[in-house]
């Protein structure tokens, strides 16, 4: 029903910069939040970052400075833009879209992306 489409990742390195783009497609009513999760080799999946719809934001402490989540509306499209990376931002990062149900308050059905890979090497 919803598809996350991410694109971005690759290989950086720490005197660099890259941008994650993820699109949504498919029948949505509303975006709620949408946001980037990552996970290491041999860690859990963690949030990176997420926006809401109002422009609230969030992220992990380790990135506050140096990463900046945005969100297009309407081209329904979140974007992570990562500034000097660390070695420690690699990762499988993640698409993550809380998606609203027409007609029904406080329900919402939540999509994740296949995942697009971040090395950072220096």
């Known amino acids: 029903q919803v598809h996350l489409a991410e694109s971005g990742g690759g290989l950086v390195q720490p005197g660099g910069s890259l941008r994650l783009s993820c699109v949504a497609s498919?029948?949505?009513?509303?975006?709620?939040?949408m946001g980037w999760y990552r996970q290491a080799p041999g860690k859990e999946r963690e949030l990176v970052a997420s926006?809401?719809?109002?422009?609230?934001?969030r992220y992990k402490e380790s990135v506050k400075d140096r990463f900046i989540i945005s969100m297009d509306k309407g081209r329904r499209t979140v974007y992570l833009q990562m500034n000097s990376p660390k070695p420690e931002d690699t990762g499988t990062y993640y698409c993550y879209a809380e998606i609203g149900k027409e007609n029904i308050m406080n329900y919402s059905t939540d999509y994740w992306g296949r995942g697009t890979q971040v090395t950072v090497f220096s």
């Open positions: 498919g029948r949505i009513f509303s975006i709620l939040t």
């Open positions: 926006v809401t719809s109002n422009g609230n934001t």
